[in-house]
């Protein structure tokens, strides 16, 4: 049983014409087991709030905390986060020339596991994992996320959470981009992992249409760098019928 | 000997000024541009198996296939009449690369070499240079593609830390020809090498690759020059640098002339550098003249930058730890071109001493 406790976060990043607060004091507590959906208009925070908890260097905390189980998330490297059990799965993965996926794959499974996985079982395990993502063989010698489709990204990311079994995953707008038949794949894929490692899931989206395949506990409203409102399931009905006219202007 | 000293006369000692040797330590040169040098003929180019039926390795009396401007280059000319000739006869295919390497350690005396490749009328080889001794040498490279002939050369330069290599690698492609080379260089004090392709007959090409990695101290040169005099040949260059430590540096300069008699030339080069620490330097300096508006294509591009953040950010987001991730992506810069080679054992001992330069160079401690 894990938690992810965000309190009070307040994050910048540094411009030309200086800092500019882009979280301004954000509270959300994530268990293991649950799925939190965080819907909000566009350039709200919400990818900065995901990265932030990653440890992207590119933001600056001003203020609040996070804690995985206790553990002060703030102070380790990206690194760290990642072996303390968490996962970001980005809304634009990053293409890393000349290494191929079955090479970072393995890398990251041998620092995240503290040992290289036994090859034969290994290369079960990603066949297995790219199977059920419905991905070609193929990707497995071809550069990471180079020339990949924008699905194709997804369906990576969405391999590598089931492959890596984090603790608590973010879906930074996972679903954005899908096809029909993609879309309910790559579900497929969270809904698995939560099955077999009872992660907790902080999904960010735009749309209801994914939240019909995995099932949120709770849907948070964001708007202007902090949640506006909680709610059950029914708040994303509400928000797919009226937008975020009320929150944005509040 | 009276020709050799009128010869040595007509030598124009560089002063460093000139455009060809402006980013060149000159004094650092072991007095082969200025004569002082007191060369031998050390020989140190060795096969390293038997060479196959059809293969010759003989030393000659012969002239130049074609003049140079090069100062090191003529002096070793002046100096010696004699040639190591590699000869690929008419219409063999050799199936396995043919290995020389240069092993031995001579720091007392400067080695004056002139080699020449001759791979006749549709041959076909792949011929590997593996230096990795300590030496200073300058080295005359002489390669003639003949027509419909086929030659992959790669030359290693894994040298050892004090060596001086300064070296002029001329190829002229027959018509039809192909010639791939591919220029690793990892090891030496300083290293200067002038890889030049003259076309002399149509439907020619030729893939010039290299990568080249420097650390602290360490000057790598790679001076190319691809002279289309004939219509339709092809080139593509693509070199490949990583620099880490005080005073690395490493020059790249891409030179591409399409002549008026050009029409059809294809060609494109580029150079990328990674600067892996403060206080290293990387020169890129890429140039296309043109004589000739009917072409297929020309263009070029050059491009210097750090580690990318965001590809760092997404592997160490998987847990790999910083050291790890920018050796993932020095690896993968490289890849590109090592993996040319198709040799496991070479391509695996080049991606390790890869490795131990950025380890030693603390550029993966950011
Ligand atoms: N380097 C930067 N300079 C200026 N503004 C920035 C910078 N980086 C982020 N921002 C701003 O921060 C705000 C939040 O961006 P963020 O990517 O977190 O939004 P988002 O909610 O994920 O939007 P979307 O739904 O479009 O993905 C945006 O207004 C964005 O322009
Ligand atoms: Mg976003």
Redesign the interface.
């Known amino acids: 049983m894990s938690t992810l406790e965000i309190r009070g976060l307040k994050v910048s990043v540094t411009t030309e014409n200086g800092d500019v607060e882009i979280l301004k004091g954000v509270d959300l507590t994530i268990k293991s087991g649950e799925t939190h959906a965080i819907m909000g208009p566009n350039g709200s925070g919400k990818s900065t709030l995901a990265y932030s908890i990653?440890?992207?260097?590119?933001y600056t905390i001003t203020g609040g905390t996070v804690t995985l189980d206790g553990a002060d998330v703030l102070e380790m490297?990206?690194?760290e986060?990642?072996?303390a059990g968490l996962?970001?799965a980005?809304q634009y993965?990053?293409?890393?020339?000349?290494?191929s996926v079955s090479?970072?794959l393995r890398?990251?499974a041998t620092?995240?596991r503290g040992e290289a996985p036994k090859l034969r079982e290994w290369v079960g395990e990603v066949k297995g994992a790219m199977e059920a993502l419905k991905m070609d063989p193929s990707f497995a010698s071809r550069?990471?996320n180079e020339g990949f489709s924008g699905g194709e990204k997804k369906r990576h990311e969405i391999m590598?959470l089931e492959l890596?079994k984090p603790k608590i995953a973010i879906l930074d707008e996972t679903d954005s981009g899908l096809d029909v038949d993609a879309l309910r794949v790559v579900s497929e894929g969270v809904n698995r992992a939560k099955e077999n490692s009872n992660v907790g899931v902080l999904l960010i989206t735009h749309y209801t249409r994914i939240l019909k395949y995995i099932k949120p506990d709770f849907v948070h409203v964001f708007a202007n760098g902090k949640i506006v409102e909680e709610g059950g399931p029914e708040l994303a009905d509400k928000l797919e019928a009226q937008g975020y006219e009320e929150y944005v202007n509040a | 000997m009276t020709s050799l000293q009128s010869n040595v006369l007509e030598i124009h000692t560089p002063q460093g000024r000139e455009e060809a040797w402006r980013f060149t330590p000159l004094k650092r040169l072991a007095g082969m541009h200025d004569g002082s040098a007191v060369a031998s003929l050390l020989n140190s180019l060795k096969p390293v198996q038997a060479l196959p039926s059809g293969v010759s390795f003989d030393t000659v009396e012969a002239d130049a296939f074609s003049p140079t401007d090069d100062a090191i280059t003529q002096r070793i000319r002046a100096f010696s009449k004699t040639v190591q000739r590699l000869t690929i006869s008419k219409d063999t295919e050799i199936a396995q690369p043919i290995h020389f390497s240069r092993s031995m350690r001579d720091l007392d005396s400067v080695e004056f070499a002139r080699i020449q490749i001759v791979v006749e009328p549709h041959a076909k080889a792949t011929v590997i240079f593996e230096n990795s001794g300590d030496l200073r040498i300058g080295e005359d490279l002489e390669i003639q593609v003949g027509a419909g002939a086929h030659l992959t050369f790669i030359s290693l330069q894994e040298w050892g830390a004090s060596s001086i290599h300064a070296a002029r690698h001329n190829a002229v492609v027959e018509r039809d020809a192909t010639f791939n080379s591919i220029i690793v260089t990892v090891g030496g004090s300083l290293v200067r090498l002038l890889p030049t392709v003259e076309f002399a007959g149509p439907g020619s090409s030729a893939e010039l690759l290299g990568v080249y990695f420097a650390t602290a101290g360490q000057f790598f040169e790679h001076r190319i020059f691809v002279d289309h005099l004939v219509p339709q040949a092809k080139s593509r260059v693509n070199y490949k640098g990583a620099l880490a430590g005080q005073d690395a540096h490493t020059v790249w300069i891409g030179d591409v002339f399409i002549r008026a008699a050009a029409e059809g030339t294809d060609t494109y080069e580029l150079n990328r550098n990674l600067l892996l620490s403060d206080g290293a330097r990387a020169d890129s300096v890429p140039n296309l003249e043109i004589e000739t508006g009917e072409i297929v294509g020309a263009g070029h591009a050059s491009t210097t930058g750090r580690f990318d953040d965001e590809q760092l950010f997404y592997l160490m987001s998987r847990g790999i730890n910083s050291a790890d991730a920018r050796r993932l992506v020095v690896r993968g810069f490289f890849t590109e071109i090592v993996s040319q080679i198709k040799d496991q054992v070479i391509e695996d001992r080049i991606m390790a001493r890869i490795d131990d330069e950025l380890a030693k160079a603390g550029a993966i401690n950011g």
């Open positions: 990653a440890g992207h260097p590119k490297s990206v690194d986060r990642a072996k996962f970001l980005m993965p990053v293409e890393v020339p000349g290494v090479n970072f890398t990251a620092a995240l550069n990471v590598q890596l």
